[in-house]
């Protein structure tokens, strides 16, 4: 479909259906597809947890833009570039994208639309955006 017929809205991704339906049931399996081709198309897609209320939702998002305005020095203290960024913040600017040297991702970005493509990467310059990553799991039993 081209990037001009695309809906505007992310899809939604039911959370419910995984959590009152086995592992492998069609709907299940539907949902992980609706998914991958959101994550696929979009880079991106909405959750939807039911045992999350809008109150919690509000509060999370209030917590994350608090956290990313704070000044850099504060920020500083939570990068791990020992851990090679994959745990705590990584500020803008830090890491330079795979994708700028990446042939099979440059050729998706030049069957992109000129409006629907990332900021010119060709120069090979840092991401200018700031994230965060938190540990999901606990480490293995050795």
Avoid at 47 to 76: C, G, I, K, M, W
Avoid at 130 to 136: A, E, N, V
Wanted: charged share 30%.
């Amino acid at each position: 479909m081209p990037a001009d017929e695309l809906p505007m809205d992310l899809p939604i991704i039911d959370l419910d259906v995984f959590l009152n339906n086995p592992q492998d049931s069609p709907e299940s399996k539907a949902e992980c597809l609706k998914a991958a081709n959101a994550l696929i198309t979009y880079g991106a897609l909405v959750l939807h947890d039911s045992r999350v209320s809008e109150e919690d939702n509000t509060t999370f998002l209030d917590l994350l833009e608090d956290y990313f305005a704070q000044p850099r020095e504060d920020l500083q203290k939570d990068e791990r570039p020992e851990l090679s960024y994959q745990i705590g913040v990584t500020l803008e600017n830090t890491e330079k994208p795979k994708c700028a040297v990446d042939e099979p991702c440059l050729d998706v970005i030049a069957r992109l639309a000129p409006e629907e493509r990332p900021l010119d990467i060709s120069a090979h310059s840092p991401d200018p955006k700031c994230r965060f990553f938190w540990r999901m799991n606990d480490a293995p039993p050795p």
